[in-house]
């Protein structure tokens, strides 16, 4: 059993930049990877970054070169850095955990204004 929290989301101006966070708890030593996830208005929730527990990190085309997803394993914590954010970033941030099983955060929401 594992439970994520993600915190960080708020208002921005295209532009602006913001820092997601997702803490995990319970049996977190059997999490092989995490990832981050978004869903717009309107729109199927699309996968964003993933991160290994050996460090490797991948992204989205639409977010390469603007976001960063990285790790602190001491606090249990992936982060999402996002910069040069868009209009079109806009919408609830899923943090997701992968391992013996799949978990999900609650999401948090992440508004661009223009």
């Known amino acids: 059993q594992v439970q994520l929290v993600e915190s960080g989301g708020g208002s921005v101006q295209a532009g602006g930049s913001l820092r997601l966070s997702c803490a995990a708890s319970g049996s977190i030593f059997s999490i092989n990877a995490m990832g981050w996830f978004r869903q717009g208005p309107g729109k199927e929730r699309e996968w964003v970054a993933g991160?290994?527990?050996?460090?490797?990190?991948n992204y989205a085309d639409s977010v390469k070169g603007r976001f960063t997803i990285s790790s602190n394993n001491a606090k249990n914590t992936v982060y999402l850095q996002m910069n040069s954010l868009k209009p079109e970033d806009t919408g609830v941030y899923y943090c997701k955990a992968f391992g013996r099983g799949e978990y999900w955060g609650q999401g948090t929401q992440v508004t661009v204004s223009s």
């Open positions: 991160i290994t527990s050996d460090g490797s990190t």
